[in-house]
C-alpha cells in the first residue's frame, strides 16, 4: 500500500462510504438539487429541511464512487444547524483544503471554519482528478440553498 | 516480415519508457512504476515514425495546400492527396469517396447535417443500436428533431450484440431512412455483423452508417464487402494524431449531397448572385485541412503494414484470450461482452465491474501502480442503462500490449479488492 492511497482511503472515509449517514429523505422537502459529473456520470440529489434560514435537516442520495459518497455523507452531516452563510463559507474552506488555494474571505479575521469529518477529505488533494468527485456535493448542496449560499463558495 | 516481437514493437513507443513514482504523485521517478496503458480504445499511442513523419513534414515542406503555386505548397498537397489515397485503400475505397475530417464525430455529424437533413422528412425513422457511443446518437437526434424524424434504438440480444432479428422487425415496421450503427462496440468489445446489417438496411431502401472508431484499429476494413454507404474512423485510435480522421461515402451519394460548412477549398467559383461548390471530397473539406494529421496518419497506417496486420490481429487475440482467463479469475468481477476470444467476434476491449467497488475508485488504485485504464459510462450512458450499471471499468489493448500487463492488472485488482472491496 503507497502512503497517499493510504491517506486517499482512510478508515474514516471508507466507513462514511459503507455505511453513509443521511440518506433518505427529510421530514419536510423545502430545497432539492440535483447535479452530476459528467465526465464519470456520478449523481447526487440533496434534499434540505430548512427553519429560519437555517439547515434543520440535510439528506442525500448518491449514484457515484466511495469519496463523492463519503463527502456526501460527511457534509450532510456537518451542515445540519447551520445557516446558509455558514454553509457557504465550510464550502469555501472545503474547496480550499482540496485545492490548496486560500480560503475566500479568509481576510475577514474569523478562524477557519470546522470542517468534522470532512477533514478526512484532504487526501483527495494528492489526486487531482478525483477533487471533482469530494466537491460535487457541496457543489449540489449550494444549488439546493441558492443564490445566497453563492458568495462564499466562489465560482 | 519479421516475426512479432512485441519488446521489439514497445520500443518504438517513446511514451512507454515513461516512469512514474510511486504511489500516484505526479512526479517523475526514473526507478519509478512504468506505464501500462490499457486504455487504448480512448486513444492509442503514437509509434516514432509517426512522430518523425509529422516533425519532418512541417520542418521540411509546410504550405497549405491546395491554395500556392510554389513548390512547398506542392509538397504539401502531395503530402494530404497521398495520406487520401493512402486511406482509401485502407478502407478498400476510392480516393474521391474519402472526406477529410476532425475525427468519428466529425464524420458523422457531416452525414447527418448534409445527408440527414437532406432526406429526413416528419415521420422518418433513424434506426441506431443500444450500443452505440454518444457520437453516433446525439448527432441524429438533432438533425430529427429539426426534421420532425425520429432516432429509434435497436435492442441488443443478450445484452453483448445488435439483435438482428429485432432490427428486421424494425425495418419492416417503420419508414426508416438510415441505420446507423457501430462496428465494434467501445464496450462491449463485440464485433457486429456489419455485412447483414448493411444488407438488411438496403433491402428496406435505408443506408448504413457505420462507426469503424474501434474496428479499423485492428486492421483494414473493405467498405465494399461490408456495404457500408458511409464509414467513418478516427485517426488517433490507430496509432496517429487527434485531430483527423476519415468519413467513407459511397461516390454516388457524396456526389447528390449538399455542402456542410461553407468556405475555402469547398467551392468552384463564387460570386455574390451565387456560388458553385467542388466536386466530392472538396465539397465536405472548408477551410485548411490538417495536413500534419494527415501526415501522421499516413505514417501510422504504414507502421502498422510494417508490422504486418496478420501478425498483430494473431498477437491480439493472445492478449485477449489470456485477458478473458485472467479476469474470468478475479472473484466478484462481471464482464460485460463476448467471453470467448475468437477475434472475429470481439476486440481487446473488456468492460467490467467489480462488486462492491466504485469503478472511479478501482481507477484511481491502478492508477498509482502506473495502471492506465478507463472508468465511467464510455460515452454509452443508454448502453449503461441497458446494463443496468451506472458506470464500468474497461481494460483496453493494443498491439504493445503483453502478457505481463494483463497480468500485472489483475494483481491491481487484487490490491483493489485489499483495499476499498
Ligand atoms: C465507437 C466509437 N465511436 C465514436 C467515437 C468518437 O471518436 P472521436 O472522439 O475520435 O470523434 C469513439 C471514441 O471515443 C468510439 O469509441
Redesign the interface.
Known amino acids: 500500500m503507497t502512503d497517499d492511497l493510504a491517506d486517499l482511503y482512510r478508515e474514516l472515509l471508507m466507513d462514511h462510504s459503507r455505511d453513509p449517514r443521511n440518506q433518505g429523505v427529510p421530514d419536510r422537502i423545502d430545497r432539492r438539487a440535483e447535479g452530476d459529473n459528467p465526465l464519470c456520470g456520478d449523481r447526487v440529489t440533496v434534499l434540505l429541511e430548512l427553519e429560519d434560514g437555517r439547515i434543520v435537516d440535510a439528506r442525500f442520495d448518491a449514484t457515484a464512487c466511495a469519496i463523492c459518497t463519503a463527502s456526501a455523507s460527511m457534509m450532510t452531516e456537518r451542515v445540519r444547524g447551520l445557516t446558509i452563510a455558514e454553509a457557504a463559507r465550510l464550502f469555501g474552506a472545503f474547496r480550499a483544503l482540496l485545492t490548496g488555494e486560500p480560503v475566500p474571505g479568509a481576510d475577514d479575521a474569523l478562524p477557519d471554519p470546522d470542517l468534522g469529518d470532512a477533514a478526512a477529505l484532504a487526501g483527495v488533494r494528492r489526486f487531482p482528478m478525483r477533487v471533482k468527485c469530494a466537491t460535487l456535493p457541496w457543489h449540489v448542496l449550494g444549488d439546493a440553498l441558492g443564490p445566497q449560499a453563492g458568495a462564499g463558495a466562489g465560482a | 516480415m519479421s516475426p512479432f516481437d512485441v519488446h521489439a514493437i514497445r520500443r518504438r513507443f517513446p511514451i512507454l519508457e515513461r516512469r512514474f513514482a510511486?504511489?500516484?504523485?505526479?512526479a517523475e521517478a526514473p526507478e519509478g512504476t512504468g506505464l501500462v496503458w490499457l486504455d487504448a480504445a480512448a486513444t492509442s499511442q503514437k509509434p516514432e515514425p509517426v512522430l518523425r513523419a509529422m516533425d519532418r513534414f512541417l520542418r521540411t515542406s509546410n504550405a497549405n495546400a491546395r491554395r500556392s503555386v510554389h513548390r512547398l505548397a506542392g509538397e504539401a498537397t502531395d503530402a494530404l492527396e497521398g495520406a487520401r489515397r493512402r486511406v482509401a485503400g485502407w478502407l478498400g475505397a476510392g480516393e474521391d469517396e474519402i472526406v477529410f475530417v476532425r475525427g468519428t464525430t466529425e464524420a458523422i455529424n457531416l452525414v447527418a447535417w448534409s445527408y440527414g437533413r437532406m432526406t429526413l422528412r416528419e415521420g422518418d425513422v433513424v434506426l441506431v443500436s443500444e450500443m452505440e457511443h454518444h457520437a453516433n446518437i446525439v448527432p441524429w437526434q438533432i438533425i430529427a428533431g429539426e426534421r420532425g424524424a425520429r432516432v429509434v434504438p435497436v435492442p441488443l440480444a443478450d445484452g453483448i450484440a445488435v439483435d438482428l432479428d429485432a432490427l428486421e422487425r424494425l425495418l419492416a415496421h417503420e419508414r426508416v431512412r438510415i441505420v446507423a450503427m457501430t462496428h465494434a462496440s467501445n464496450v462491449l468489445g463485440t464485433i457486429n455483423d456489419v455485412a447483414r446489417i448493411t444488407q438488411l438496411a438496403r433491402a428496406a431502401g435505408a443506408i448504413s452508417v457505420i462507426d469503424g472508431a474501434q474496428a479499423v484499429p485492428h486492421g483494414a476494413v473493405d467498405v465494399r464487402s461490408l456495404g457500408a454507404d458511409f464509414y467513418a474512423f478516427s485517426s488517433h485510435k490507430v496509432y496517429g494524431p487527434t485531430g483527423i480522421g476519415a468519413l467513407y461515402g459511397r461516390r454516388d451519394l457524396l456526389h447528390s449531397m449538399p455542402p456542410w460548412q461553407g468556405g475555402g477549398d469547398m467551392i468552384r467559383r463564387v460570386s455574390f448572385s451565387g456560388t458553385s461548390f467542388a466536386d466530392p471530397p472538396q465539397r465536405f473539406e472548408a477551410g485548411t485541412p490538417d495536413i500534419m494529421g494527415a501526415v501522421g496518419l499516413h505514417a501510422a497506417l504504414d507502421f502498422i503494414d510494417s508490422i504486418g496486420q496478420e501478425a498483430i490481429r494473431t498477437h491480439e487475440a493472445d492478449i485477449t484470450a489470456h485477458a478473458l482467463t485472467a479476469l474470468a479469475a478475479v472473484p466478484g468481477l462481471r464482464l460485460y461482452g463476448p467471453d470467448r476470444p475468437r477475434s472475429k467476434d470481439r476486440i481487446g476491449v473488456f468492460s467490467f465491474a467489480l462488486d462492491g467497488?466504485?469503478?472511479?475508485?478501482a481507477a484511481?488504485?491502478l492508477?498509482?501502480l502506473g495502471i492506465a485504464v478507463r472508468?465511467?459510462?464510455h460515452c454509452a450512458?443508454p448502453l449503461?442503462t441497458r446494463l443496468g450499471v451506472?458506470?464500468l471499468l474497461r481494460a483496453s489493448i493494443a498491439m504493445h500490449t503483453t502478457r505481463d500487463e494483463i497480468d500485472a492488472l489483475v494483481a491491481g485488482l487484487d490490491?483493489v479488492r485489499e483495499?476499498?472491496g
Not at chain 2, 22 to 26: R, T, V
Not at chain 2, 357 to 361: F, N, Q
Open positions: 510511486a504511489g500516484g504523485g505526479p467497488v466504485h469503478p472511479h475508485d484511481t488504485v492508477d498509482t472508468a465511467g459510462h450512458q449503461m451506472p458506470a490490491r483495499l476499498l
